[in-house]
């Protein structure tokens, strides 16, 4: 059967750590969309480690695949793998030949148009690792695939007919002199053809490469089970998030299907499982409408200054966010953090078809006196459940808040091994708003950041 993990937010839900808890008996994890934009950490037997590409059950010996939804730097690819390599694992990935390849001009170029937004405070907040650049390639036909790495008759001709283009966009539309720049060999074809026809020699000689669907169906057929993990969340998609300030793919379940190769039907004849974060955080510009504080410069209306009146909700994010360690894996950045947002769940659950909830940093909360959630939105008298189609809409909504008394901080670690009756009462109170609110049930609860450290009610597998 297939498990998909998809996050219901603006992603950094905690899906490694709920992969890797569901883990044991998965035969085959897969990422099926996004690049090492997608930070996450899992921290297995005391030992805690970083992933920006290779799925998380790299961590637990599984085998692991980038499905074709994947754009894929080799760099970081080997990078990581070798980095696990140097701690004694052996982690064994699989890359989907139809898999796009991020190539160091696209970095580029993600960083020039990011930077040229933010004069005119537009930047998307990506992490300038060239994810949006190598789906607009991949859209517009002239992007660079897995398989044709391992050939370098193709791989020259891709490069000759791509790197003229950015070189002029670089010249023409942007101004710049490609000498200037901190890489210049991102627009030389040569120093690009000698460097990645060696990563595909390498893929070739370790075996990597796959026809994702047909390699996953097989496994399938021999009766593996699969995972199927998204990286970012609901909100980010490119489809069905807050546009403009999304990712360039599909963190939704139809992503699964869309990039690993499998039916539909077989990705919704498995379970669906939501991770919700049990508050809100983001990262870069973009509404949020339960927001606390944000963060400095980086939050529309707020500077930080202590007579702004909206100090005391900030020192409120603050501890969350301290608590919660809400600064990105990739970047550092700190993230803006909000109370929970309901109608953004009950959007992501339409969406996505949940069959399960998996709920992270319920322990963060501890201590607070009132715990809120926003469970409506205002627009223009209008009383909304869900989100309103357009980012400006949303942007206009105001959070109507529904508040829970809070819980106390106890021995977490006593509570994941006793089970979810050993969890505070009002944290149950909560989580069963959240169930009744959604329609679907909680099958695990995150009391911190260690597999030992959540609460399992039911194993989707």
Not at 19 to 24: H, L, R
Not at 90 to 108: C, K, Q, S, T, W
Not at 182 to 208: C, H, K, N, T, W
């Amino acid at each position: 059967m297939t498990v998909t993990i998809v996050g219901s937010q603006l992603g950094d839900e905690g899906k490694g750590g709920i992969v890797d808890v569901f883990g044991d008996d998965a035969d085959v994890v897969v990422r099926y969309q996004g690049g090492d934009n997608a930070g996450h950490t899992v921290v297995h037997e005391g030992e805690e480690y970083k992933l920006s590409l290779v799925p998380s059950g790299a961590i637990r010996g599984k085998v692991n695949v980038l499905g074709n939804g994947c754009v894929v730097n080799p760099r970081t690819l080997f990078d990581e793998i070798d980095a696990l390599r140097e701690r004694g694992l052996d982690p064994d990935v699989r890359v989907a030949e139809r898999a796009h390849v991020i190539l160091p001009y696209h970095r580029l170029l993600d960083g020039i148009e990011e930077e040229v937004k933010s004069e005119d405070d537009d930047e998307i907040g990506t992490t300038g690792r060239g994810i949006g650049p190598t789906y607009e390639d991949k859209a517009g036909r002239r992007g660079v695939r897995v398989g044709d790495l391992l050939d370098a008759e193709v791989l020259r001709e891709r490069l000759e007919y791509a790197v003229p283009q950015k070189r002029a966009l670089v010249e023409d539309v942007f101004g710049l002199d490609v000498a200037d720049l901190d890489d210049p060999d991102a627009l030389d074809v040569d120093a690009l053809y000698d460097e990645f026809s060696e990563y595909g020699e390498r893929l070739a000689a370790e075996g990597m490469t796959v026809n994702a669907g047909s390699y996953l169906a097989e496994r399938m057929a021999d009766g593996a089970n699969v995972m199927l993990e998204g990286a970012q969340g609901t909100i980010l998609d490119i489809d069905h998030g807050n546009y403009p300030y999304v990712t360039s793919s599909n963190p939704t379940a139809g992503g699964a299907c869309t990039g690993t190769g499998l039916s539909p039907g077989v990705v919704g004849d498995g379970e669906v499982i939501g991770i919700v974060k049990a508050y809100l955080s983001r990262v870069g510009s973009g509404p949020m409408p339960t927001e606390l504080g944000g963060v400095p410069g980086d939050t529309p209306g707020y500077d930080g200054d202590p007579e702004d009146p909206q100090t005391e909700r900030e020192e409120l994010a603050v501890y969350i966010r301290d608590e919660g360690h809400e600064y990105g894996t990739v970047t550092g950045r700190p993230r803006r953090v909000g109370w929970l947002d309901v109608p953004m769940l009950r959007h992501a659950a339409r969406a996505n078809g949940f069959t399960g909830l998996a709920v992270n940093h319920v322990d963060t909360l501890a201590g607070l006196d009132e715990v809120k959630v926003g469970h409506t939105y205002t627009l223009d008298g209008e009383e909304l459940r869900t989100m309103p189609a357009t980012t400006e809409q949303w942007g206009e909504c105001e959070a109507n808040l529904r508040t829970f008394d809070g819980w106390e901080a106890t021995d977490w670690a006593a509570v994941a091994a006793e089970g979810y009756d050993a969890l505070p009462e009002n944290a149950r109170t909560y989580l069963e708003y959240l169930e009744a609110e959604l329609d679907a049930p909680v099958y695990a609860v995150g009391v911190g950041p260690g597999r030992s450290e959540t609460v399992v009610r039911e194993n989707p597998f």
